[in-house]
């Protein structure tokens, strides 16, 4: 490990003092450069609609113009937390359901057992 040029710290130390300088310097860049993103490829009206369709085969998510259609053998879990229900992927993708988007608690409820039961059929033995 080298020294630096005042000979008081590593290079480790210098990049472990330097990097919440960093983010915080260019943390607002990024964020813009991500919203401006999305705007661009999901256009200006808010909010953005999102149909979440669960099949025995999987489950599909459009949106505007982009669907993704995954099958349950590639969802290794579902989470519930207080404001959606979401599905882990063995690629480490995530695909969030908002609460807010049902209409009553019960609809939620047969949304969750569905899929989870569907998740179940297709090998998943451990329910999450």
Request: glycine share 6%; aromatic share 10%.
């Amino acid at each position: 490990m080298r020294k630096d040029p005042c000979g008081v710290l590593s290079e480790p130390a210098w990049g472990a003092l330097a990097y919440p300088l960093i983010l915080a310097v260019y943390s607002p860049f990024y964020n813009r450069r991500l919203r401006k993103y999305f705007v661009e490829s999901l256009g200006r009206d808010v909010p953005i609609r999102v149909q979440v369709e669960l099949t025995e085969s999987g489950m599909s998510c459009q949106q505007r113009h982009l669907r993704a259609d995954y099958e349950w053998a590639s969802v290794d879990a579902i989470e519930e937390t207080g404001d959606a229900i979401y599905f882990h992927t063995g690629d480490k993708s995530v695909m969030a359901v908002r609460k807010r988007g049902f209409k009553t608690d019960s609809e939620l409820a047969q949304f969750l057992d569905l899929a989870r039961q569907y998740r179940k059929a297709h090998g998943h033995v451990k329910s999450s």
